[in-house]
């Protein structure tokens, strides 16, 4: 029995350890591959190069040019742009926006709160080409242009639920008493708002923010149906790469983007740990 | 002014100043799109990619068997990629779930420290670049990629397998990118067990394979639910996983709605298959809505 309990928690362990490998290992193997010189195939290592950083960074390299891309670095600096941008109007927005529904559905009691509380969560079950249609069929019957504003406005529809989420489980571990001993001790609600409630709710707020903001950076489908001809952003350019055929400098920008989210969603993760 | 209001008036104007912007915005951008969507679906398609206004049910009928008499004889192709997209959806929650149950078990009975660790390192390619993610997926598996070349070099094999551009290759993409979804669930039902009702059944001569099936399993339930619902849901929709290691050979509904609309114009038959997706969706949730209810109402008994 005892070695049966053994066997089967070592089993169990290394189980888990395949599982994490699973995870891990294609994340490692294409940072390793990222650095091989070999320009016919990509998986065949010849020798160490930075080359393909350099060249994807704008920098002059010995690359020959039917092994690129890209001719220049510019299209890539303007989907980057692009995604900057919409991630960053994007977050404003529905960090706002998020936030206001989450303290209106902790603080009120009325009529309708159980349907706000279901609209808020629909966005996000909808499986994302749903909502990238049917944004699309809206934005083309109501004559707006597609365009980056287009795409702001589509990624608020999931983002506000996403805030909404985080805002209101910091909410709902929230200590209630904290606010009616500033009420007693005679602080108004603004004040009270302001300097008791809002600080302790400030964490929150900020990882909705950068949650909001990751997503954004990253959401491909429904900015794909809403983004009209001209705008692309850096998942579209990346997924545009793929459809045409695979050269060696997507491994080095992928890569940089891995090592992007790993830097801010650690951030965001060790920074929600302190504040436990 | 504001002194001169009664307390429950001033209150009122606070809820409208939080809810009025949000309310407007989901109206507007959400409502508004999702209704404009179901109409499109029952209208007739016009010639030139744009919609006619008249009552057309012959969308759904393309996919479900009564297609326009005067425009086309029904042919299941539509029906048959429908239903491949469900079996694709549920072998991925299928596997997913093989992947990530035992992995469950151990992490929840390791110390908080490396608890809290594992939990890290679960979510964090939930942060990064799904492109990427799955793109490294296509060098691993191409003719010249990883496994391939490996095998070759090995001996193993004296051509190259075909293993990208299969259905495969669609379902090891999407649970690569959907274990977080599933071990999160799963993960939080485990950590709740009741190691102690475990005990007693195998206290009282319940084998380990009776155990886990009449205790560890229906407690565990909840989560898996949960679990395989929000990973079928994105599944059956997705266009991005066939589209990158499914090729032009494996079409998914995902892909179809997205000719349809990028490429065939065909708004209406599009809509009317994103209708689809829908209502296996909200057939999805209402089963779980039902059952965790009634499974609230036996613990209440």
């Known amino acids: ?57 704008g920098f002059k390299t010995t690359i020959s040019e039917n092994a690129l891309y890209i001719e220049s670095t510019d299209q890539l600096v303007q989907a980057v742009w692009n995604s900057l941008i919409i991630a960053g109007s994007t977050t404003v927005i529905a960090t706002v926006l998020g936030t206001a529904v989450a303290i209106a559905l902790y603080r009120f009691a009325f009529f ?41 406005i589509g990624q608020c529809t999931f983002l506000i639920s996403y805030v909404f989420i985080v805002v209101s489980a910091r909410l709902a571990g929230m200590d209630r008493t904290l606010e009616n001993a500033s009420a007693d001790l005679g602080a108004n609600e603004w004040v009270t708002f302001r300097k008791v409630v809002f600080p302790q709710l400030l964490p929150g707020i900020v990882g909705g923010a950068l949650l909001a903001f990751i997503i ?41 983007m891995l090592s992007f989210s790993f830097v801010v969603a650690s951030l965001g993760l060790y920074l929600r740990s302190r504040q436990k | 002014m504001a002194s001169d209001m009664s307390l429950a008036g001033r209150r009122r104007v606070q809820l409208a100043l939080l809810l009025t912007p949000v309310s407007l915005f989901f109206a507007v951008f959400f409502l508004g799109p999702l209704t404009i969507m179901i109409v499109t679906s029952f209208l007739a398609p016009g010639l030139y990619g744009g919609v006619e206004w008249v009552f057309y049910p012959h969308n759904y009928g393309r996919i479900l068997g009564f297609a326009d008499p005067a425009f086309e004889v029904f042919d299941p192709v539509y029906l048959s990629i429908f239903l491949r997209s469900l079996k694709i959806a549920a072998f991925t929650v299928i596997a997913t779930l093989f992947v990530c149950y035992p992995a469950a078990f151990c992490i929840a009975r390791l110390s908080e420290r490396w608890k809290n660790f594992c939990l890290f390192l679960i979510t964090l390619p939930f942060f990064t670049s799904l492109i990427v993610r799955l793109f490294i997926w296509v060098l691993i598996l191409r003719q010249t990629g990883i496994v391939n070349e490996a095998l070759l070099a090995g001996g193993i094999i004296d051509r190259p397998l075909e293993l990208i551009y299969t259905d495969g290759a669609i379902v090891l993409g999407m649970v690569y990118i959907f274990i977080p979804f599933m071990f999160m669930p799963v993960y939080a039902s485990v950590e709740k067990l009741d190691w102690t009702l475990v005990r007693a059944s195998l206290d009282l001569g319940a084998g ?24 079928f849901i994105p599944a059956l929709g997705n266009f991005v996983v066939p589209a990158v290691l499914g090729g032009a050979k494996v079409m998914m509904l995902g892909n ?18 994103a209708m689809m997706v829908m209502s296996v969706m909200l057939v999805l949730l209402f089963i779980y809505v039902v059952a965790s209810g009634r499974r609230g109402a036996d613990v209440m008994n």
């Open chain 1, 1 to 57: 029995m005892k070695i049966a309990r053994f066997l089967f928690r070592g089993s169990l362990f290394a189980y888990t350890a395949l599982f994490f490998a699973f995870i891990y290992i294609p994340l490692v193997l294409i940072g390793v591959y990222s650095f091989n010189a070999n320009p016919v195939n990509m998986m065949t290592w010849t020798g160490f190069t930075t080359q393909w950083y350099a060249q994807v960074l």
């Open chain 1, 112 to 152: 309708g709160k159980r349907f706000y509380r279901t609209v808020m969560f629909m966005p996000m079950l909808m499986p994302d080409i749903v909502l990238g249609i049917a944004l699309l069929i809206f934005f083309v019957n109501s004559g707006i242009a597609l365009g980056l504003t287009t795409i702001i």
């Open chain 1, 216 to 256: 954004s950076m990253d959401d491909l489908v429904i900015t794909y149906f809403i983004a009209g001809v001209d705008v692309t952003t850096l998942p579209m350019f990346i997924f545009a790469m793929l459809r045409r055929g695979i050269k060696p400098e997507i491994n080095a920008i992928a890569v940089m």
């Open chain 2, 208 to 231: 380990p394979i009776r155990t886990f099936v009449r205790i560890i399993l229906p407690l565990t339930a909840p989560g898996i639910a949960g679990g395989a619902i929000i990973v």
């Open chain 2, 256 to 273: 179809l709605i997205e000719q349809q609309f990028l490429s065939a114009r065909n708004w209406p038959f599009g809509s009317a298959l």
